[in-house]
């Protein structure tokens, strides 16, 4: 692994900024490909980043390598791609233009289909699968707060590209069946839609036992699709995705319990989904439940929750008002 060279971070938003960051704040080599505002940002207050436990790391602008010019890539041993499933296209562009051969790419985002896309247009350059599960919500002025727990997953290789990027604060585990892991991820993240729909934290969302057992309901059509299709979903938790549902289900104060032991939330932890709503941008309702929906129809599964939350999700996005606070009886309308 080329550890001499630096790490770029392709589309720095919430998740490219917070990893980038906590690289950077441990003496890694990090470079930020950025959009003008989240540069100006950067420049005007440094970086702050939160932590759940109460920690946090402050970088001033000077110790920061920002660029909205693709042309940042030129020297980059690794480049991490954060960007939205939209956009994977359009990256994979200037990294074949503009990066080393022998860099490394590790896809860094949500859904299943963006090393795909990232392969299929950077040819025999290696690419790398990751999974992150926590999530980093955009707090203003240049801070970047982690409101969940858990380590990053990148697929195993033989440059043992997880081992080089794990850092103080930021575990990376190599993983032997990363496809496995991003449709566990994925059969999670149907829940950031619900999130955004409810427009409520996600600690109080998942307290609502009737939130949970829309969670539930969504979820079981989206394992039922990926039995037909042949795929096991391989869980970031000690809890098998398949018993997901059923933990959903339980009453609170059990529920609670056993949420406790295995994952941390902050109280005021929100899904990418609701900020993507929240300020008026596309969001990536097509590569989560989407991909559950074509999935769905090419094994003849039905999934009319899935198809319901798209297109309540879909009207959210075309009304440009935000998350709709919706209640869970509201969702299911005729689903």
Known sequence: M??????????????GCFVGGTLA??????AFLVRPRVKAEIERFGLLLTDFDGSEKKLDPGQLALSEDPA??????????????ADTAAVAKQIAQHAPQDAVIVSLQNGVGNVAVL??????????AGMVPFNVVGMGEGRFH????????????????????????????????ITGVQWGKLIINLNNALSALSDMPLAAQLGNREWRRLFADQMA?????????????????????????????????????????????????????????KQGRKTEIDYLQGAIIALAEQNSVDVPLSRRIVALI???????KGPPRLTPQQVRGAA
């Open 119 to 128: 392969r299929d247009r950077l040819g025999d350059r290696r690419v790398l």
């Open 314 to 320: 879909n009207e959210a996005e075309a009304a440009g």
């Open 221 to 277: 059509e989206g394992l039922a699709a990926m039995r037909a299709a042949g795929i096991t979903p391989v869980s970031a938790t000690p809890i098998p995705s398949s018993w997901t549902p059923a933990l959903l289900r339980l009453p609170d104060p059990i529920f609670d319990l056993i949420l406790g032991r295995t994952m941390k939330i902050d109280p005021e932890a929100r899904s990418s989904m609701w900020q993507d709503l």
């Open 72 to 85: 940042i890539l030129h020297s980059a041993g690794i480049v991490l791609v954060t960007v939205k499933s």
């Open 25 to 30: 704040a441990a003496g890694r080599r990090v």
């Open 2 to 15: 080329m550890t001499d060279r630096p790490i770029v971070v392709a589309g720095a938003g919430a998740i």
């Open 146 to 177: 982690r409101s969940t727990s858990g380590d990053i997953h990148v697929g195993q290789d033989d440059t043992n590209a997880a081992a080089a990027l794990s850092v103080p604060g930021l575990t990376m585990r190599a993983s032997r069946d």
